[in-house]
């Protein structure tokens, strides 16, 4: 069986076995007890080429989330 693209898949994306795209991402340490959550996950699509359009979307939005809670955990710190 040969390679496809398909078959490599970006760092943190995986496919379900009901053929969904998700990426899933570890909250980091420091903020797992502030977020509630120790894991992070996108819903990328049912299909591949839509799963790799949102892909870097989907990492930003991540990035978005620590940095909000960052940026809260530092506020309450000084409140």
Known sequence: MSKTSQDKLP???YRTPFG???LRRN???D???VSGRK???KV???DFKDAMRTYSTA???FDRFV???NNLTILQSLG
Request: net charge neutral; proline share 4%; hydrophobic share 50%.
């Open 31 to 33: 903020i797992v007890e």
């Open 11 to 13: 760092q943190y994306v």
């Open 39 to 41: 894991l992070w996950y």
């Open 20 to 22: 969904v795209y998700r």
């Open 44 to 46: 990328l699509g049912n």
């Open 59 to 61: 990492l930003l939005e």
């Open 67 to 69: 940095a909000t809670i």
């Open 27 to 29: 909250v980091p340490k």
